[in-house]
């Protein structure tokens, strides 16, 4: 199993829609997990933390399921403006250097 | 505003030329990290320093020379690079705890062209 792994995408879903992606990791010692969001030719923001079971913030939220090894990211009532490559990271090694998967692309359309 | 910046925000330099790429945090973090980004490709990890020290090094070239005088600035000095070096490199910092990882604050990233 590679590191940290997501499915690519894109997934294309209407305005108001509900779309969720997984991410699976290797390292079953980590102990913090992240998802981040990419604009096009833009930085990584951060969208949210996950210390524990999951994580909530408005219309986002996070799960995680350490038995499976994966965490999710829930979106709820979907935007324009949510279109974006979303990234896992999660702490690898020994030494938890984060390590991000290759994102999921995400095209909300009207 | 994220804390972290980064000059220049582009350039363009021959395969001949040597130049540097700075980055600053503005958020009292103790670690410090190198990305690059091509285009469709993931975030590349290229070198990682924590309390000034570097950790991590992730088989980059040598025309890539990183230094970090302190926990608030780091360098990438870079020389005689290639074409295919053309990328987004991308500064980041975060807080460093033993045995854990904490949330990693990116700079906007210097788009550099290699010609």
């Known amino acids: 199993r590679k590191e940290v792994e997501q499915d690519p995408g894109p997934f294309n879903v209407p305005e108001g829609a509900t779309v969720a992606f997984n991410c699976t990791y290797s390292?079953?010692?980590?102990?913090?997990f992240f998802w981040y969001r990419q604009d096009c030719r833009k930085e990584p923001k951060l969208l949210m933390s996950?210390?524990?079971s999951g994580n909530e913030d408005g219309r986002f939220t996070a799960q995680l399921n350490r038995a499976s090894q994966y965490i999710s990211l829930l979106i709820r009532d979907s935007k324009l403006s949510d279109s974006a490559t979303y990234l896992c990271?999660?702490?690898?090694?020994?030494?938890?250097?984060?390590?991000f998967g290759r994102g999921t692309s995400l095209i909300v359309h009207p | 505003e994220t804390g972290v910046t980064q000059t220049p925000r582009h350039l363009v330099m021959g395969m001949t030329n040597k130049k540097s790429l700075k980055c600053e945090q503005h958020?009292?973090?103790?670690?410090m990290y190198w990305y690059k980004q091509s285009a469709k490709k993931p975030l590349e990890l290229m070198f990682v320093?924590?309390?000034?020290?570097?950790?991590e090094n992730n088989s980059v070239p040598s025309r890539f020379s990183p230094e970090c005088p302190n926990s608030s600035h780091l360098f990438l000095h870079l020389h005689t690079l290639q074409p295919e070096d053309s990328a987004l490199y991308l500064c980041?910092?975060?807080?460093?705890?033993?045995?854990?990882?904490?949330?990693?604050?990116f700079g906007p990233g210097t788009r550099l062209t290699v010609t």
């Open positions: 980041a910092s975060s807080q460093w705890t033993s045995g854990r990882t904490d949330e990693q604050y």
């Open positions: 390292n079953s010692a980590s102990q913090s």
């Open positions: 990271v999660v702490p690898s090694g020994g030494s938890y250097i984060p390590t």
């Open positions: 958020l009292g973090h103790n670690a």
């Open positions: 996950v210390y524990s």
């Open positions: 320093y924590n309390f000034k020290e570097q950790t």
